[in-house]
């Protein structure tokens, strides 16, 4: 793996196979009573997070911790920055005190890939703006691939506000990466415009018609709408969204019982996702969770420990 993890760029589909056997390894750690490796003893990790999280933020502190790690968690509120400091000064500055990694959430898209630049700590893009989230498709390949098996030929649907999603963009360059067929659907208003070249990818597909694609998905992803990035009407109505988009009851009916749901989180129940499908037996919704502590801790380790504890 390179020294940074910014986008699925960084990572092959050999890298993303040594990370799945290492977060397998994790997982089993997750398990015992004491929940403790002493990998990366001596080694500091900072979350900076600008934007909001519960289980991104969180799992990476578990991560950094089971692995021994000192981790500190600095939030855009409380810091310097809502003092008008600018984001070169606060990265720079908690560097200086010697940290070993920088996971970082950032409005804007680009952020991780600059302050890379800036700094000599290992950085990992925890989302920028509504560009990527590496370890977020990370862990979505591994809970699937826990799940239905090797992903190779398998056809994963993407549904929902996929303009405002960096899970998306990271999803597919990874699925495709690992030889799964994807089918993005959304609205065409939150089709992103950017994604026709995608089409020209071998098995990349687009659809705005959710009932075509459900029957012959062997996994569907259901991703929120993101009220927050919108600045206008994106659709009607949320009704209106829930009839064309959203994973109802009926839908869940069409779907085969052993085809997993994921949703990465914070889920908007009733909107893009009913209760039932929610919470239905073939829902991966908190292994998903799980997986993250195990798939971050796969992270951290090799890239601040895995070249010279290989
Ligand atoms: C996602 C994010 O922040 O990009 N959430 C997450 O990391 N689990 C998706 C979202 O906010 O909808």
Redesign the pocket.
């Known amino acids: 793996m390179r020294k940074h993890l910014l986008s699925i760029d960084d990572v092959s589909a050999d890298d993303a196979a040594t990370l799945f056997a290492t977060a397998a390894e994790m997982h089993d750690v997750q398990h015992r009573e004491v929940k403790k490796l002493p990998a990366l003893r001596g080694r500091t990790v900072i979350n900076l997070f600008f ?1 909001d ?4 933020r969180s799992s990476f502190e578990i991560a950094g911790k089971w692995l021994s790690a000192d981790t500190i968690n600095i939030t855009g509120k409380g810091s310097s920055a809502s003092k008008g400091e600018s984001l070169r000064d606060t990265v720079l500055t908690i560097c200086a005190m010697g940290v070993d990694a920088l996971v970082m ?1 950032h409005a804007a898209s680009g952020a991780a890939h600059q302050v890379s630049q800036w700094v000599d700590a290992a950085v990992v893009n ?2 920028d703006g509504t560009h990527e ?1 590496p370890s ?1 498709a990370l862990l979505d390949a591994y809970t699937l691939q826990r799940r239905i098996g090797p992903l190779e030929g398998r056809h994963v649907a993407i549904v929902g ?1 996929l303009t405002h ?3 998306f963009r990271s999803n597919v360059k990874l699925l495709l990466k690992l030889g799964a067929r994807v089918t993005a659907v959304a609205p065409p208003t939150l089709m992103p415009s950017g994604v026709t070249p995608w089409s020209q990818a071998d098995g990349f597909a687009l659809s705005w018609d959710l009932d075509e694609v459900l029957p012959t998905a062997d996994a569907v992803m259901m ?2 709408v ?1 009220k927050e990035r919108m600045s206008g009407g994106f659709f009607p109505t949320p009704r209106e969204y829930t009839v064309g988009y959203g994973l109802t009851r009926d839908r869940l009916g069409v779907l085969g019982p052993d085809v997993p749901i994921c949703h ?3 889920m908007n129940r009733g909107l893009e996702i009913a209760a039932d499908a929610a919470d239905a037996a073939q829902s991966v919704v908190l292994d998903q969770v799980s997986a ?1 502590v195990a798939v971050r801790m796969a992270i951290l380790y090799h890239l601040l420990a895995g070249e010279e504890n290989a």
């Open positions: 934007e999280s519960t289980r991104t959430r925890a989302g989230h977020q506000d999603s960096r899970v991703l929120r993101q990465p989180g914070p993250g």
